[in-house]
């Protein structure tokens, strides 16, 4: 569990504190997928480098597994470091070394391991990111799904109770960031490890995220289950990260919902419930008649969700709605 | 071809070769051997980096800049009793080691810094993720990332120190300078001038295609 009670951090930038993250309280769950979402320059970058102290805070408490690790000294932070692992945009692999001898690197830097154990843990690492024929490459003669997924060993190579991905997928295409996504769901859910996520793609965290803090400015200006963010965003911030990640122009659906008649209605189907027929069924026993303006059936993470906005025209209104919401829909008037 | 050659005597430039291999690779050695460490702390206590000594830093800098602003000709003569002091004379293949590591080791020392900086910011903070301390980072990870860029250093350190030791003549360093200075130069025999030139020309282009090959040899990039 990653405790932070009033975690502050601000820059000296001549003679001047500009702020990079205004007082923040949050806990992180052992064994939760977490996303921090936000744009560029958010300061998401600061807070995940802050459970590690790449970046010490300049005020409150960071507390990891009830210890409270901005008390540790330099060694006890050294091997603090070796139980939260890291991975990168752009993979940060050493070019001098070979791929098996990158993986071992936090081993050897550890010291504490035999050169037999190394070997072995290198070998499991290796066939896990399915990467055992390119051993002995070096970093230059791979893609970047591969290296990131070198990233990946490396980090787990001292078995950390904690990764830290700092935007690991925003440098790869959408086929190699599905995959590297799916192994690092792999690992959350085999190895039971902490994950912190740091995107500004609400995409990812979608897919593979349990809870989710969006940070504006600085500030998280948002939190709580990802189907509960994703599917009722508050903050415009979210708001902006949702639509963006729909492809949706809000403009456009604007003057779409101008042109339709009737009332406008936005059903949010989850789990089971999305399966089912059940706009039909209610539109005979209330006699109201419907059009889809818009819709999208996607997963959240391994729950189904569906929502769409329709209009209604005629019939019972009211039927219609105690029906879906007798059905467990959720049911929003936007008109 | 006899005649044009006459005052070139093939056993004297053999010895003077050899004395500037000498003093070359001497040189190079302990330039190598204290450049790399003043290197290494140049980085370190450089702006926003591992050890951050704005003091140390600027103290460093200057020794280093002040070697390297003085003309090596007169770093030569400067050194001079300093020589005497160190190896008991300024003569000879000997005597003009020190003020060629003098030239040397300062000029390596800058090269090392930069290569260092040119490694990427976010190696360095992935290892220190890992937990590593300082000196893992630097023989670990910093030191082999910048191989390459050391191995083009010390080539071109060593090629300043081929044409260093020439000058190393004028106050009788021995080697090809040596022997250019005293028959080339004061007796005007010209082609010994030629061919102490021309060896020193084949001397440079060996040392520079040897380190090419290392530099390629090292490069993982």
Redesign the interface.
């Known amino acids: 569990m990653i405790v932070f009670d009033q975690v502050q951090k601000s820059y000296q930038v001549g003679g001047r504190a500009i702020p990079a993250l205004h007082p923040t309280s949050m806990t992180i769950e052992t064994g939760e997928v977490f996303g921090i979402v936000g744009h560029s320059g958010a300061g998401k970058s600061t807070l995940v480098r802050l459970i ?1 102290l ?1 970046e010490p805070p300049t005020g409150g408490r960071i507390l990891v597994d009830d210890e409270n690790i901005t008390d540790y000294d ?1 060694a006890e ?6 139980k ?1 692992g ?1 991975i ?1 945009q ?1 993979f ?6 070979t791929v098996a001898d990158n993986i071992a ?2 081993m ?3 010291g504490i391991y035999s050169r037999t154990e190394i070997r072995e843990r290198v070998e499991e690492l290796l066939a896990r990111v399915s990467l055992t024929d390119h051993a002995n490459k ?3 003669q791979l893609s970047g799904g591969q290296k990131q997924r070198v990233g990946i060993a490396r980090a787990l190579a ?1 078995r950390p109770t904690i990764l ?1 991905c700092d935007e690991a997928t925003s440098a790869l295409d959408p086929q190699t960031t599905q995959s590297v996504l799916r192994l690092l769901a792999d690992i959350n859910r085999e190895l039971g490890l902490t994950i912190v996520l740091i995107t500004h793609e609400m995409d990812v965290v979608r897919r593979v995220c349990d809870r989710v803090a969006v940070m504006d400015a600085g500030e998280v200006v948002e939190m709580g289950a990802v189907s509960d963010v994703f599917l009722h965003p508050q903050h415009p911030t979210t708001r902006d990260f949702v639509f963006e990640s729909e492809n949706i122009d809000r403009d456009e659906m604007q003057e779409d919902l101008q042109k339709a008649s009737g009332r406008i209605l936005r059903l949010t189907f989850r789990g089971e419930s999305t399966y089912k027929p059940l706009l039909g069924s209610v539109a005979r026993e209330s006699g109201v008649d419907f059009s889809i303006l818009s819709g999208r059936i996607d997963h959240i993470k391994d729950t189904p969700y569906g929502q769409l906005t329709l209009s209604l025209v005629g019939g019972d209104l009211e039927v219609a709605m105690k029906a879906l919401e007798a059905a467990e829909v959720h049911v929003e008037v936007v008109r | 071809m006899e005649a044009l050659l006459s005052n070139v005597d093939w056993a004297e430039i053999g010895i003077a070769s050899w004395d500037t291999l000498v003093m070359v690779g001497m040189s190079l050695l302990f330039s190598v051997l204290i450049g790399l460490p003043i290197g290494v702390l140049l980085f370190l206590f450089g702006k926003r980096q591992l050890l951050e000594q704005p003091v140390a830093y600027a103290v460093l800098s200057f020794v280093v800049n002040v070697l390297r602003s003085v003309p090596f000709i007169i770093l030569l003569i400067v050194m001079i009793p300093f020589t005497v002091m160190l190896i008991g004379t300024s003569l000879g293949v000997a005597g003009a080691i020190p003020p060629l590591v003098a030239g040397g080791a300062p000029f390596f020392a800058r090269l090392v810094e930069t290569s260092l900086r040119e490694v990427d910011r976010g190696i360095i903070e992935a290892t220190q993720a890992m937990g590593a301390n300082v000196r893992q980072i630097i023989f670990g990870a910093l030191l082999p990332e910048a191989l390459p860029g050391i191995i083009a250093g010390i080539t071109v350190t060593a090629i300043t120190l081929v044409s260093y030791a020439a000058m190393s003549g004028v106050i009788g360093g021995g080697g090809l300078g040596d022997l250019a200075i005293r028959f080339g130069y004061q007796r005007f025999q010209t082609d010994v001038m030629v061919i102490t030139v021309a060896l020193l020309v084949i001397f440079v282009q060996l040392l520079q295609m040897a380190g090419d090959r290392l530099v390629l040899y090292f490069s993982r990039k």
Do not use: D
């Open positions: 590690n790449l330099a932070l050294r091997a603090f470091r070796r939260v890291m990168f752009h940060n692999l050493l070019s001098s070394k690197f936090p050897k830097l550890a070096y970093p230059s001292c830290l």
